[in-house]
């Protein structure tokens, strides 16, 4: 059974749409299966015709398209879509595994590339990671950025630049009240009322070391962005 992850939504907060097309009816199945139990709609094609049909009707938010169809092939699919005005973002599915496929595949207009044989959890982690276009509309109310340090509240997901983080419960609470508060100075009783809603009664060790923790995921290797204000807390600033 696939993990299960939070929720994602469009900024509306309806489901969101995914076109699959692939001629493997029962693959085809097993994909439109791991889809749904993510909470998404999906629409399932099996040739390009039926694909080019489907996406006029419904206006997917993403599309997951085989390359190798029995009328019209994916690209040519996915060429007629763009005209069309689509910008959903494409994840091809192809058999072939040669580097010269995957450039095609991508400059065609694709996003991303799988190739068969696959597993369902990759499938859906590279669908999420392309549908965080969507999620992360800048005017829904759910992001929070400094620099390139993005926050999103309602898919509970975290990135630096393009790399995703992964992050403990307590650690995406600490760095979301960081983020709330940006180049403000935070002392640790603040910190603990608001994340441990703690007293301040000795506990300032245990703040110390969760940003301990953050600052290895969040800024190693990297422009730091959570700096120490020696005797006074924490502060999460972008470098001047």
Sequence with gaps: ????????????????????????????????????YEGWVV????????????????????????????????????????????????LFLTARDSVDDRIIGLTAGGDDYLTKPFSLEELVARLRGLLRRIVLAPDDGSRLQVADLVLDERSYETFRGDEPLSLTTTEFELLRFLLRNPNRVLSRAQILENVWQYDFAGKASIVDLYIS????????????????????????????
Aim: glycine share 6%.
């Design 1 to 36: 059974m696939l993990a299960q992850l939070p929720k994602m939504y469009r900024p509306d907060g309806s489901p969101i749409r995914i076109l699959l097309v692939d001629d493997e009816q029962t693959l085809a199945r097993l994909v439109s299966l791991a889809l749904s």
């Design 213 to 240: 923790y953050l600052r290895k995921k969040v800024d190693r290797g990297r422009s730091p962005l959570i700096h120490t204000v020696r005797g006074v807390g924490y502060i999460l600033r972008a470098a001047s």
């Design 43 to 90: 629409d399932v094609a099996h040739t390009g015709r039926e694909a080019l049909q489907s996406f006029k009707m419904s206006r997917p938010d993403a599309v997951v398209l085989d390359i190798m169809l029995p009328d019209i092939d994916g690209l040519n699919v996915l060429r007629q879509m763009r005209e069309l005005g689509s910008s959903a973002p494409t």
